[in-house]
């Protein structure tokens, strides 16, 4: 059984940082391409970055420059790096195998202005 484990969300400043953590098991992690995503309240999941089983890495417009997914396939877990975050980056977090299985629980970003 697939299972996906986000941590590492936090309310934070305007301006702030935070590492979002994804373990993954149930799976090949290593042969498999993972994405993040978000969903802030009222909105659709929207599409932040992937990074291939290679670690080629893919960043949406939105947020390149200011986050970067990376990955450790030793303890199974993909990486969301943000930084200068802003009010508008509030949001649950999610990341999924590319193409998805089950959703985790997602973890919460809050950023204050």
């Known amino acids: 059984q697939v299972q996906v484990v986000e941590s590492g969300g936090d309310l934070v400043q305007a301006g702030g940082s935070l590492r979002l953590s994804c373990e993954v098991s149930?799976?090949?992690?290593?042969?498999?391409?993972m994405a993040w995503y978000r969903q802030a309240p009222g909105k659709r999941r929207e599409f932040l970055a992937r990074?291939?089983?290679?670690?080629?890495?893919l960043h949406d417009a939105s947020v390149k420059g200011r986050f970067t997914i990376s990955r450790d396939n030793a303890v199974n877990t993909v990486y969301l790096q943000m930084n200068n975050l802003k009010p508008e980056d509030t949001a649950v977090y999610y990341c999924?195998?590319?193409?998805?299985?089950?959703w985790g629980q997602g973890t919460q970003v809050t950023v204050s202005s």
């Open positions: 990074i291939s089983s290679g670690g080629h890495k």
């Open positions: 149930g799976l090949s992690f290593s042969t498999s391409d």
């Open positions: 999924n195998r590319l193409p998805n299985v089950s």
